[in-house]
């Protein structure tokens, strides 16, 4: 482990870790003949130099001259090559696992290439390529990029450590199946039939239970397709602290092993002579491996599911050998096997969080003597031992969700408690029935799925009622590793002291007083200064946000981002709500929404509903579209002020810093939604920056001959991204700003900025800043000249 964690922070260091590995195998040689005791030492050092080149061969890939990389963030190519996974289902889409073996570029020459994409298929008409197919399509494959703000979630790391090279988009109706029938091998079709019963019963469930919620869940819960899941239902269940129910987990293994277990053990009990050797019982652990297995590839086999099942294959191994005693040895055991065959695995959140929970629950076990539960045989006993392995469980796991998730919850062991029997235990038992059953019983079945979706309905409401409870969950700020260390540090100082390990206790005090005092400082040094307007124009591609932080530590959200209707991705839970939560902001004074199009409003929605917000501003248009409709429903349900200030030109006065919003223009302009963007001018002293929104041409025309109207600002924030449309020379004239900052998204198919309006900027002598090649755009004053600076340095 200690290897892998060196070789994820060091630069590309595989040559000289190979000649490394080369003199410690030598070294071990030369002790095995001549001194055995420091072949422990080096087989340890070993190892750990392996893990080092592990990591560092995916971080760091040897790119072949044929590697689909070469031909990313080009004109639309012909792309052909095999679907290497199964289908992950979406409204609108599926994803694909999809491995490239040949691309015809523009000018008509193919090329053989190597390398994994994702790609999407947004679904029309036509045939779906399965698990095997060799397909064509055309599309522009994109390389993996990031958003570039502090602490942003690195997707193109992520993207190495998972094996993909890029993504690709095409829609279902242009796809070519090349393969035909008799070319597909017993093992595909093996594998197919495996996909086709998961989806068959998926559409069964979805059918019987009229596409409900329950339904939905149940059909994740039994199949492994969590995509099915809503985000509404696992922001609930996450603060319920029981997601882990719903995902194929090590909880979810143990319980089908035990269901299959059961089975098997109880038509072996029919042959007296294993029964009474005691065969029965090793044959059946032996046997429910099968079944396992094929479980596992019917769910998806992604890779946590991997790890579920070598953690609980282990576990079987264990119980084979009757040494299920020695539990730390093979959950070490585990440890090390899945790490050797994925390096990667090791910054996974699941193979963290319940390696953590085991752990947690090993050691905290240890601090209950034998006789605390004198009727450890009855229920009483039992119930007492399943409350202190939940309790332990959560405690082990809160600093990791925490810094995850941003989320506590208070009432985890409760829900756990009531949930695991229900869900774990029953719902999953009568699931996998339903699954055996619903080709040849559907009737049968269809009373299963009821049933168990009625659990779900229960479990659904029990946490509505439980996260509804005051301080039930708490949403946190991120913490950063040193928090999290500083928290572990103290738990294990705690267990140290209550074993009566004194000399262990008193040496953690040290690095205990160390962490404390760092964090400290770090938290100090965050806090805006008294006398500085700061100003960051925030990274969320193709979109606008900006986040304002006044002298007075008022903060004022302007536009989320946001992507268009059909996109999964929400910018405002993994860019804005992260970036954040990493400067330590949970509430908002201001949100303003400068317009009501998807690329400035979408990302609002989960911030207002996540985030203390006291007043949403907004420009005086009200649309009829659902992303519209749910954020002023959820002003309505968080009793959060609306205030349109453009229909009489108001401004707000915070001390020296002053919003002042221009009044909305009374006869309707052409590109109305644009044009009726909320303009405001920010003024700190001598300092000010204009945000005009998406307005166009026509709406600059009417700001530059509005008599009470000073457009002279030091910053633009450019309109509309960059447009043509927009930057009119008369309008630029008017601002007379020194500097212009275009948000927007790298290689936008709008191909803004557009190349006019950048010679527009350079001829009058302003200097350009651009997200899409800058990254976050950091502004600072204190009154007078501002500082600008980049997030990537500049």
Not at 115 to 144: C, K, V
């Amino acid at each position: 482990m200690a290897g892998i964690l060196f070789g994820n922070y060091l630069p590309d260091s595989k040559t000289s870790i190979l000649f490394v590995l080369a003199t410690l195998s030598i070294l071990i040689i030369l002790a095995f003949c001549f001194y055995k005791k420091t072949i422990f030492i080096l087989f340890l050092f070993l190892v750990s130099g392996f893990g080092f080149f592990s990591i560092q061969m995916k971080l760091y890939p040897e790119i072949s001259p044929d590697h689909i990389s070469h031909f990313m963030d080009i004109k639309k190519t012909i792309i052909q090559g095999e679907i290497v996974s199964f289908a992950r289902h979406y409204d609108k889409k599926i994803k694909l696992t999809f491995q490239c073996r040949n691309i015809i570029t523009p000018d008509q020459i193919m090329n053989k290439v190597s390398g994994t994409i994702d790609l999407s298929i947004y679904l029309s008409s036509g045939e779906l390529p399965q698990y095997g197919d060799i397909i064509e399509f055309e599309s522009t494959l994109r390389s993996a990029q990031n958003f570039q703000n502090p602490g942003a979630f690195d997707y193109v790391r992520f993207s190495k450590l998972m094996g993909l090279s890029g993504t690709a988009y095409c829609d279902q109706k242009k796809i070519r199946i090349l393969t035909e029938k008799d070319q597909v091998d017993i093992f595909t079709l093996f594998i197919r039939r495996i996909e086709n019963i998961r989806m068959e019963f998926c559409n069964f469930i979805s059918d019987h239970t009229g596409h409900s919620e329950s339904g939905k869940i149940l059909a994740s819960l039994i199949t492994g397709k969590i995509e099915l899941i809503s985000p509404d239902s696992r922001e609930l269940f996450s603060k319920a602290g029981i997601s882990h129910l719903y995902a194929v987990s090590g909880l979810h293994l143990t319980m089908i092993g035990m269901i299959f277990y059961s089975v098997i053990f109880y038509f072996l009990s029919f042959f007296p002579k294993h029964l009474i050797t005691g065969k029965s019982k090793k044959l059946a652990w032996a046997i429910t491996l099968i079944p396992l297995t094929l479980y596992c590839i019917f769910s998806g086999l992604s890779p946590s599911t991997q790890r579920a099942f070598i953690m609980t294959a282990l576990l079987l191994f264990s119980l084979i050998s009757e040494k299920e005693t020695d539990i730390i040895s093979s959950l070490s055991m585990s440890g090390i096997l899945i790490l050797l065959i994925d390096s990667a695995a090791l910054f996974s959140i699941s193979f963290q969080l319940s390696f953590i929970a085991v752990f947690f629950i090993i050691y905290g076990l240890s601090l209950i003597k034998k006789d605390s539960f004198p009727y450890k045989k009855h229920l009483l006993g039992r119930s007492a031992l399943v409350i202190c392995i939940t309790l332990f469980a959560a405690l082990g796991t809160s600093p990791l969700t925490a810094h995850y998730f941003n989320i506590i919850s208070l009432v985890q062991v409760i829900a756990n408690l009531l949930l695991i029997p229900i869900i774990g235990t029953v719902a999953l038992s009568f699931g996998i029935l339903a699954l055996f059953c619903f080709s040849f019983l559907p009737a049968f079945s269809g009373l299963i799925v009821d049933f168990c979706c009625l659990l779900i309905s229960f479990s659904i409401r029990s946490c509505e009622i439980l996260v509804s409870i005051p301080f039930s969950w708490l949403r946190v700020m991120t913490l950063d590793w040193t928090e999290v260390t500083l928290m572990y540090l103290v738990l294990a100082f705690i267990y140290a002291a209550l074993k009566g390990k004194k000399r262990l206790s008193a040496a953690m005090v040290v690095p205990i007083l160390f962490f404390s005092l760092y964090n400290f400082s770090n938290s100090t040094s965050k806090k805006n200064p008294d006398n500085k307007l700061n100003i960051t124009i925030i990274d969320v591609g193709q979109g606008n946000s900006a986040l304002i932080q006044t002298p007075q530590d008022y903060k004022i959200l302007v536009d989320g981002g946001g992507f268009s209707e059909s996109s999964t991705f929400d910018t405002g839970k993994n860019i804005l709500a992260p970036f954040l939560w990493q400067n330590k902001i949970n509430t908002l004074d201001y949100v303003v929404l400068s317009h009501p199009e998807s690329d400035h409003l979408n990302g609002l929605i989960y911030i207002l509903k996540n985030f203390k917000v006291y007043t949403l501003i907004k420009n005086i248009d009200n649309v009829e579209t659902e992303t519209y409709e749910t954020l002023v429903e959820t002003c309505k349900n968080k009793d959060i002020r609306i205030w349109e200030p453009s229909k009489n030109g108001e401004s707000i006065n915070i001390g020296e810093t002053e919003l002042l919003f221009f009044k909305a223009i009374d006869n309707a302009l052409p590109g109305k939604l644009n044009n009726n963007s909320l303009v405001f001018r920010i003024l700190y002293k001598e300092f000010s920056m204009l945000f005009p929104g998406d307005i166009l041409a026509a709406r600059e025309k009417n700001l530059v001959k509005a008599k009470d109207v000073t457009l002279h600002s030091d910053i633009l924030l450019a309109p509309h991204h960059g447009s043509s449309s927009s930057s009119t020379d008369v309008f630029l004239d008017k601002v007379q700003a020194k500097s212009v900052i275009i948000s927007c998204g790298r290689n936008n198919q709008y191909k803004f900025p557009h190349p006019d309006v950048l010679k527009r900027y350079n001829d009058m002598g302003i200097r350009i800043f651009r997200t899409d090649t800058d990254g976050a755009i950091f502004i600072s004053s204190d009154g007078s000249d501002p500082i600008i600076k980049t997030h990537k340095g500049g």
